[in-house]
Every structure is written in C-alpha cells, then in structure tokens.
C-alpha cells in the first residue's frame, strides 16, 4: 500500500506545475500553457479528491456488511466530470494569435523536471496506484516537452503549433474521462467487466462432471478490484454429499483460474423426489434442501 504522503507530495509538485504555467501563461498568452494549467491544476484536485475518497472507504458503517467501498467508484465518476469540465474549458479559450514562444520553453523546462521528479519519488512502489500515477507523470512530461516544442515553433511564426498542442491535451483529456466514466458507471450498474464472459463461464460449468444444469448466474463488481459471482448448481442426483462438495470445489477452482475469487454458489438435485442426498441423511429431498 503506497503512504499517504506521497500521494501528497506528488499532487504539491502538480500544484506547483500549475502555478508556474498560469505564470507564464498570463505572460505569454499561450493556449497550450493555459491548456497545461488547467491540466495540472484539474489533476491536482482529482489527486485530492481520490485520497479521501480511499480514507472514506475504509471506515465500517453502522448498518450494513460492506465499508464504503464504493466511495472510490463514485469519485472516479465525478473526477471524470471534473476533467471533462477542463477539457470543454481549454477547447473554449484556444485562439490562434502571436505569443511569446520563449515563455512556453522556459515553463516547459521547469514542468518536466518536476514531473520526473515525482515518477522518481514512486519508482520503486508497485501498487495499483502508483503505477497509474506513474504513467501520468509521464505523459504530463509529453505534454510539456510538446509544449516547449510549440514555443520554440512558435517562436519562428508557427502560431498554430500552440493551438494545436492545446487542442491535443484537451481532446486527452476529454477521452480520458470519458473512459473513466463509462467504467465508473458499469460499476455502479453491476455490469460485468468487459474481460469476463458470462456466456462462456456458463458452459464450462455446465462441463464439469456432475452439473446438470446451472441457472441465476450474475456476475458483477463492487469496487474496480473484486470481481463477484454467483449461481445454482443443478446435480446428478446419484452424487452423494462428499462428491457434490467436491463439483461444487471445482466449480470454484474453474471461477478463480477466470480470475473470480468472490463466489457464492447454492447447490440444488436435479430430481423431484428422493436421491442419494435425501437417502444419506435419512429425509425428504424437500427436507434436505431447507437444511
């Protein structure tokens, strides 16, 4: 688990990118560098909100079996509205106009560093966030070298090289958090994820010996983490009880080699009258199932 106060550390460092491009911006007039603060400053307030976010989701409420789990999933989704909010604000103030190119290199300059700085700070933490941290430092440290690119063309009467630059972190942006939002909201509708067949799950567990039948499958998320399954077994009702135990294992041991560790799978006979399991606890198949 990566400290809170790197995270910390990394959304300073973007406050501080930000800053230093609203600078030289308001100097310059240059839609790449209003389009690289509002970047930053929109990516810093998304670090923010994400961290108490992760903080709110671990507390244990009062009612119900889950933490706040889903508090992560919701964030995603407002964050995606924030950053589709900044794109929308970047492509509305892009003008083509004369600009001081030698600002957007000197801004530059000082962006990247501090982005390398930050991937430096996380290089060694192979957590699931630090990674995607990790890989947007590096395309903010795309982003500023094409903003430097763009003063240095710019500089030689290409004033459309800064529009340009602008136009492509914005439209970044946009499809982003687009991507951020379709995922957020499949989470939310208990969708399954896209890497999971339902279909083909189904028919492999109709294969393994002892399945009759397998009905009321779901398959559904409750975080972008764990993946939840469940479905009744209809089996041979020559199994005993030992051996209906051990399909249902296999059931399992099939679920998790797809990756799905969070089962819940209620067992049924396929028959309507008396079988081995009715016979092994001396009762009623009807009795047996409400045991």
Not at 30 to 36: K, P, T
Request: charged share 20%; hydrophobic share 50%.
């Amino acid at each position: 688990m990566t400290r809170p106060g790197k995270f910390l550390l990394v959304t300073l460092l973007n406050v501080l990118i930000a800053l230093v491009m609203y600078h030289y911006y308001t100097l310059s007039g240059s839609s790449a560098l209003f389009a690289e603060f509002v970047h930053n400053a929109c990516d810093s307030l998304c670090l923010a909100v994400a961290a108490l976010a992760s903080v709110v989701s671990t507390i244990e409420p009062k009612r119900g079996s889950y933490r706040y789990t889903r508090a992560e999933t919701l964030t995603a989704l407002l964050n995606s509205a924030i950053v589709a909010f900044a794109a929308l604000t970047i492509l509305s103030h892009i003008r083509i106009g004369i600009v001081a190119g030698n600002y957007m290199v000197i801004a530059a300059s000082i962006a990247v560093p501090a982005n390398l700085a930050g991937y430096a700070f996380l290089r060694r933490d192979e957590s699931l966030n630090a990674r995607a941290v990790r890989l947007h430092l590096m395309i903010d440290c795309l982003f500023s070298a094409a903003v430097a690119f763009a003063g240095l063309a710019v500089s030689e009467g290409w004033y459309w090289m800064d529009v340009a630059v602008a136009g492509v972190i914005a439209v970044h942006m946009l499809i982003h958090s687009l991507k951020i939002a379709k995922r957020s909201i499949s989470i939310l509708m208990q969708l399954p994820p896209e890497n999971v067949d339902v279909e083909e799950i189904t028919r492999e567990i109709g294969e393994v010996p002892g399945v009759r039948d397998v009905h009321h499958v779901h398959v559904w998320q409750l975080d972008e983490f764990g993946v939840h399954f469940e479905c009744h077994l209809k089996l041979d009702c020559e199994l005993r009880l030992r051996e209906a135990d051990e399909v249902r294992k296999s059931v399992e041991s099939l679920l998790k080699r797809k990756g799905i560790n969070h089962t819940t799978i209620q067992v049924e006979c396929s028959c309507d009258g008396f079988c081995s399991f009715s016979r092994a606890l001396q009762v009623p198949f009807r009795q047996c199932r409400s045991q």
